[in-house]
């Protein structure tokens, strides 16, 4: 399945990031951030809103694919899938950011966690390393 | 130039003829043809004989045939005729190409697959080439797909490797082009990912794994480079697939060629003899190997002559710089993600360049870009990769001697969020403390040893100074330092002193120790510096995570009343006097909280250092005073009254005070109200000065008055300023502002009622008939009103008709709801269509003990009709039964004609009379006409007269001047229809009543 996943705040700041090899995180984060110009331009005023979260793929690389998700307060989600996976549907894709969204309404709803500060719940860093493994 | 009728054309044309066989003879073997222009002065003539036979003439001297000839006049519309010249030439190239084009398909029919594999391939390079000189891009496109799936159809071997793809990419190239001409975008990039990837495994030998990179580099540049052309030439491109995405993967390949080359050809330290690449400039095929038997890359090779080549090409792929190569790539991509809208990806690509740089020595270079980009990140928030940014740059600030860079690196690493490990950190802890006392910091044990040195050899010049301070700017980065300022309150009184808290905060995992810290305070007329240390004996040294707070107080300025005074920095200094560092942490930025840090963010205790809200600014205000002002007046204002306010001042300061000054100003600008001192309104300006002593003592009063008179019906507000200097030695400018609002009410409301002279309300006059006038006046005002005098002052036509006019209301003091109305009797003297104005009347009035006030109302009534005939009834107030009265009914004719009535009495049971019963009268214009009627009453009361009855003949010759029913109007609206009648008079009647009440007494 995929191997990351990142939640960007409104104002653009990782506030959670999760790779299956935590040696990649780095290179990930690269990638995530760049991927933030797509999201940004799809999002821009210009281009006619679009009522759907999800965004689809947003870069293509040689080894990855990344694929993007926007909720209505501008959180952004973001997966990162080997592009040599070949069997995954673009609706598994979808169904995985639904979970994500999911995951992330329920930790906000959290009353100890601030909105706005970088997520570090383990509980839900453990929820999200199962839902883009594919384990759950 | 030879014109048909040249003088010389003989000589001439054995020169051209000579020269055409010259030409001839050196394209000797070429597949030529020779075409001769003439270029003539004159215009050719139609029918020319003379040219005709020269022409003929010059084609077998030169041996042509005559369609080679042709005739370029040099005159006018010479672009014309260059033109049809050139679209000859045109098809001359058209026919030739196609010839050859004919010829090369012809060879291939000899051709068969197993033996001329690579023919095919050429045969339809060639075909297609002839094509696109043809200018048939479509068929050029179709022979070069053709070439490249026959080129696929060989199979690939390390020997033929290089070879097949430097074909392939020569064909790749020009299907790419193509198709970008005919406009085919995603046809190309298709074509060109399905190129790539077919060779991307096809790496021939493991030895020369370099040159398949450097292949693989060069066709993504080259396709970058087209498409980039091809979007010069308007080719729209988008976000997600333009040149830089190329560029960027070229330099992905460059730096696997460089890592490779690196890998194989590091140890490769001597150039072979003999040359085995020697005539690789003289070959007849491209990407073949020199050293091979017969040079065809198909041949089995000789394994030591095989060797020798590749140890050769390892040699020179050794001599090649590759950082610059790389570098360049990432520019060109850099560029195109900027035009593209991807800030991100470039920041990312710089970053790239700068470890590129790093890689290549070039430690300055990738400082800069480094730093550069560390703000664009830190806006942003992405601490891992801050992490990782500022690692590399505080090594390159390390390796160039870069102290401002380094110790400004070093703060930023030490904080926090970087997440870089304790033992670096605690490395860079001591290296900054190395630095402050002047010592060469360590480097970090990773690095090679020799870059080490030589960064030793750069960092010794630079302590040998006597004495050295800098300043660091740290207003933007989110070092182990954070400082907060805030003033005490938003707004500090002239005579308190002003109360900067500064909050200091260390974040290093380690302890810090400052040597002094100022505060940079600025107004529009202070600008000092403020040092903690002078003033507070706390030591500066800060241990992990500890808060510090100091005050600083200081006297404002007085000029800086309604001034700001604003923090423009907090200076930290670190280090000995002879070598000194400045931390400035600037306040202009503010970043503004999120919505979610502003409700979410305040819990735990208020005095913690993130809940501090930080306060830049403050205002100085004048002192508060405690002068106390107090208004004496009966609102609301009435309408057009001289209205008296009296202010008292009382001083309940604690000294006497001076220099005081009262203004009143009216905050609405319009002028609907005056000001005065006097009863007079003398309008004065305003702000108006009160009269009023300068000095004050201590709770002492002092009174003054004003009067405002008030036109329209808008409150009105008054403002007191009072100005004064307190007498207490220091001269502090206090101001006491009061405001008051003043409702403005209207005293009375006036309406009018019509009446005719029988007390009926009318809505209509007539001309020459008299009628009541009544002004109806409502009182409003809650304090009561005397009535002084009244009177109505009638317009013409309207003029009054009583000899003497009195006010009825004058004296009369009314209170809010009550109603007082009088009667004025008036006669309008002309008709009017229109509502007549009556007259003005005028009330003067006044408030108890108030001053006298005189209010003009118009008063508005009702049109004017005309008719030709009045009627009057003269009769006495009563008469008595049994008694004969006599009345008399006056017809006036105001008209000048004549008027004939018919008339008639109708007979009553009360009356008894005489008189004509039945009549007929003409009335002579502007007389009267009286009808004598004597009455003997029979009945006592209120008893209906008999009824007049009035009509105009049936035969009457006079117009429409008067009609039955106005006359109806008239009877009922000027004659009474009762009179009173009293009991017979009896003279013993009143002397009974006087006995009885004796009686009664």
């Known amino acids: ?136 | 130039m030879i014109d048909w009728n040249d003088s010389s054309w003989i000589e001439k044309m054995i020169e051209c003829a000579s020269r055409v066989q010259s030409l001839r003879a050196t394209l000797e073997g070429r597949d030529t043809r020779i075409i001769v222009v003439l270029i003539q002065n004159n215009l050719p003539i139609p029918e020319d004989p003379l040219a005709a036979e020269r022409a003929i003439a010059l084609c077998s001297s030169c041996e042509l045939n005559s369609q080679s000839l042709y005739v370029l006049p040099h005159g006018q519309h010479l672009l014309g005729y260059t033109i049809r010249l050139e679209s000859a030439f045109f098809e001359f190239c058209q026919n030739y190409y196609q010839s050859l084009i004919k010829n090369i398909k012809q060879h291939k029919e000899h051709l068969n697959k197993s033996s001329h594999q690579y023919l095919y391939v050429r045969h339809q390079f060639k075909m297609a080439f002839l094509s696109e000189l043809r200018q048939d891009i479509q068929s050029a496109h179709k022979h070069y797909t053709l070439a490249y799936n026959n080129l696929l159809d060989i199979r690939i071997v390390d020997t033929n490797a290089l070879e097949i793809r430097t074909i392939a990419g020569f064909i790749n190239y020009k299907i790419c082009k193509l198709m970008f001409v005919l406009n085919l975008p995603r046809d190309a990039i298709s074509q060109f990912k399905s190129h790539i990837d077919k060779f991307k495994t096809r790496i021939g030998f493991q030895e020369l794994v370099f040159e398949h990179y450097a292949w693989l580099s060069k066709q993504l540049e080259i396709f970058a480079d087209i498409f980039d052309d091809a979007v010069k030439h308007e080719l729209p491109a988008l976000q997600t697939q333009h040149p830089g995405i190329y560029y960027e993967q070229a330099a992905q390949y460059a730096i696997a060629r460089k890592n490779s080359c690196q890998d194989l050809c590091s140890k490769i330290i001597a150039y072979p003899s003999p040359d085995p690449l020697e005539g690789i400039d003289k070959m007849e095929f491209f990407a073949q190997r020199p050293w091979r038997p017969g040079k065809i890359a198909a041949e089995p090779p000789e394994p030591v002559v095989e060797a020798n080549g590749i140890q050769a090409l390892q040699f020179l792929e050794n001599q090649i710089n590759h950082s610059g190569i790389i570098i360049s790539l990432y520019g060109l991509a850099i560029a195109q993600y900027k035009i593209y809208k991807c800030p991100r990806t470039r920041r990312h690509l710089i970053l790239k360049m700068a470890e590129e740089c790093y890689d290549s020595k070039d430690f300055g270079k990738a400082l800069t870009l480094f730093t550069h980009m560390l703000s664009d990140y830190r806006q942003e928030k992405w601490w891992v990769i801050i992490s990782n940014i500022l690692e590399k740059a505080i090594k390159c600030a390390f390796l160039t001697a870069n102290v401002q860079d380094y110790i400004h690196l070093a703060f930023e690493i030490l904080g926090s969020l970087i997440s870089i490990s304790s033992e670096d950190k605690k490395r860079i802890y001591e290296n900054l403390n190395r630095i402050l006392k002047k010592q060469i910091p360590f480097g970090d044990p990773k690095l090679p040893h020799d870059i080490l040195q030589n960064a030793i050899i750069l960092w010794q010049p630079v302590f040998n100074v006597d004495a050295s301070a800098f300043t660091l700017d740290m207003t933007n980065i989110t070092s182990c330092i954070e400082t907060k300022v805030r003033f005490a309150k938003p707004t500090f009184e002239m005579d308190q002193n002003v109360i900067l808290e500064l909050f200091v905060k260390s974040f290093c995992p380690f302890p810090l120790t400052f040597s002094d810290i100022t505060v940079k305070i600025n107004s529009p007329n202070i600008n000092s510096e403020f040092s903690i240390q002078k003033s507070e004996d706390t030591s500066l040294v800060f241990h992990p995570n500890e808060v510090k707070k100091y005050n600083i107080e200081f006297e404002s300025n007085p000029n800086d009343i309604n001034k700001e005074v604003q923090v423009e920095w907090v200076n930290i200094q670190i280090g000995k006097p002879d070598y000194l560092v400045n931390l400035k942490f600037g306040t202009q930025i503010t970043q503004s909280e999120t919505i979610e840090k502003k409700y979410f963010h305040n819990y735990g205790k208020v005095h913690e250092f993130k809940n501090i809200k930080p306060l830049y600014n403050a205002v100085i205000v004048p002192r508060n005073s405690k002068i106390k002002i107090k208004f004496e007046h009966a609102p609301p204002i009435l309408l057009e009254e001289c209205y008296k306010i009296n202010i008292s001042i009382t001083n309940e300061e604690l000294n006497n005070i001076k220099d005081m000054k009262v203004e009143v100003h009216s905050e609405n600008t319009n002028t609907n109200a005056q000001f005065s001192l006097s009863t007079s309104m003398k309008a004065e300006k305003l702000p108006l000065l009160l009269p009023t002593p300068s000095d004050l003592t201590v709770n002492a009063t002092v009174t003054s008055s004003l009067y405002v008179k008030v036109t329209t019906l808008q409150s009105c507000n008054l403002n007191v300023k009072i100005t004064y200097i307190l007498d207490n030695g220091k001269p502090i400018i206090s101001i006491k502002n009061e405001l008051v609002t003043l409702p403005v009410c209207q005293p009375f409301e006036v309406s009018t009622a019509y009446f005719s002279i029988l007390m009926q309300e009318i809505q209509k006059f007539y001309a020459g008939e008299e009628f009541g006038v009544m002004p109806i006046v409502k009182y409003n005002s809650p304090w009561p009103i005397q009535i002084e005098n009244t009177s109505v002052d009638f317009m013409p036509p309207i003029r009054s008709v009583e000899s003497k006019v009195q006010s009825h209301l004058a004296g009369c003091s009314f209170n809010t709801e009550e109603i007082g109305t009088e009667l004025f009797l008036a006669i309008s003297e002309k008709m009017s269509d229109q509502n007549m104005v009556i007259g003005d009347y005028t009330i003067t009035w006044k408030r108890e003990n108030g001053l006298t006030a005189v209010t003009k109302v118009t008063l508005h009534g009702h049109h004017c009709d005309w008719i030709p005939l009045n009627l009057k009834l003269i009769a006495p107030a009563h008469g008595y039964v049994r008694t004969p009265l006599i009345i008399e009914y006056h017809l006036i004719n105001h008209s000048s004609h004549l008027v004939q009535l018919d008339g008639g009495m109708e007979t009553s049971k009360a009356f008894m009379y005489s008189g004509y019963r039945q009549f007929s009268v003409s009335i002579l214009p502007n007389s009267t006409k009286i009808l004598q009627y004597n009455l003997y009453p029979l009945m006592a009361g209120s008893v209906t007269l008999p009824r007049i009855i009035l009509s105009i003949p049936e035969n009457s010759t006079d117009g429409p001047a008067l009609r039955q029913d106005q006359l109806n109007q008239l009877i009922d609206r000027n004659i009474p229809q009762e009179i009173f009648i009293m009991p017979q008079s009896n003279t013993e009647l009143p002397e009974m009543i006087r006995n009885q009440l004796e009686v009664v007494s």
């Open chain 1, 1 to 136: 399945m995929a191997v990351c996943a990142a939640i960007v705040g409104k104002d653009n700041s990782p506030k959670f990031f999760c790779c299956v090899n935590p040696d990649e995180e780095l290179n990930f984060q690269y990638k995530v951030l760049s991927s933030l110009d797509i999201i940004e331009e799809k999002l821009s005023p210009g281009i006619k809103p679009n009522t759907e979260m999800y965004l689809g793929i947003l870069y293509s690389l040689e080894n990855w694919k990344i694929y993007g998700y926007v909720t209505n307060t501008k959180i952004k989600f973001i997966i990162v899938v080997d592009s040599s996976n070949l069997t995954l549907r673009d609706n598994e894709i979808r169904s995985m950011f639904r979970k994500i969204h999911a995951e992330y309404a329920d930790m906000v709803s959290n009353p100890f966690y601030i909105p706005g500060e970088p997520i570090t719940s383990k509980t839900f860093t453990c929820s999200i390393k199962n839902i883009i493994t594919g384990t759950v």
